[in-house]
């Protein structure tokens, strides 16, 4: 019988580990102040809080008459040059899903905004959780290129916080475990 409760345990537990891997983050570009040249908002120390993963989704919201946000290479990001983006967006609520892994660059293609710091790097990891499984969903991220991060500097400031994904799934292994391990 203990056999029986212990192997319930450990499929609760790998049942659990599934559900929470499976939740994706939605992340607002520059949180609440948005995509905007307003304020100074240091977008790079932004991206450098964030721990960007496949699944995620990433939003631009920002005055569709005043901007815009153009996904571009690492090069043209460098020199902030908006002749030939990979992508254009311009509704001032883009919403666009990670779908593989390594630099993602974004800038507002207005003339001096990208000068002026209205620029992003979506850099996601390798060591991403939901990494081995590919997505059903198709976006602006699913095609293009992206630059190795051996030739992008990294972010100045990397946050040591744990993701909340593992957080949450301590707190659902801990749940489901405890009704079980009374009965020992």
């Known amino acids: 019988m203990a056999l029986v409760e212990r192997a319930m345990v450990l499929s609760i537990v790998l049942v659990a580990m599934h559900i929470s891997f499976s939740y994706a983050a939605v992340y607002k570009v520059g949180d609440s102040a948005g995509w905007t040249t307003l304020g ?38 460098k020199s902030c040059n908006a002749s030939s983006p990979i992508a254009t967006f311009t509704t ?11 630099h993602h660059f974004f800038f507002c293609g207005v003339p001096g905004h990208c000068q002026a ?19 059903p969903y198709s976006s602006a991220l699913a095609s293009p290129p992206t630059v190795p991060a051996s030739n992008v500097p990294a972010p100045s400031s ?13 707190m659902i292994m801990g749940f489901w475990a405890i009704p079980f391990l009374v009965h020992f």
């Open 40 to 77: 100074n908002i240091d977008y790079k120390k932004w991206a450098a809080t964030k721990n960007f993963q496949l699944g995620d989704t990433i939003i631009f919201e920002y005055s569709a008459k005043f901007h815009n946000v153009m996904r571009v290479t690492h090069t043209m990001y």
């Open 117 to 135: 710091g209205q620029k992003v790097d979506i850099n996601v990891l390798k060591v991403s959780p939901v990494a081995s499984s590919p997505s």
């Open 92 to 102: 001032g609520n883009d919403t666009i899903k990670i779908t593989n892994h390594g």
């Open 158 to 170: 990397p946050s040591n916080a744990p993701p909340l994904k593992f957080i949450a799934l301590k």
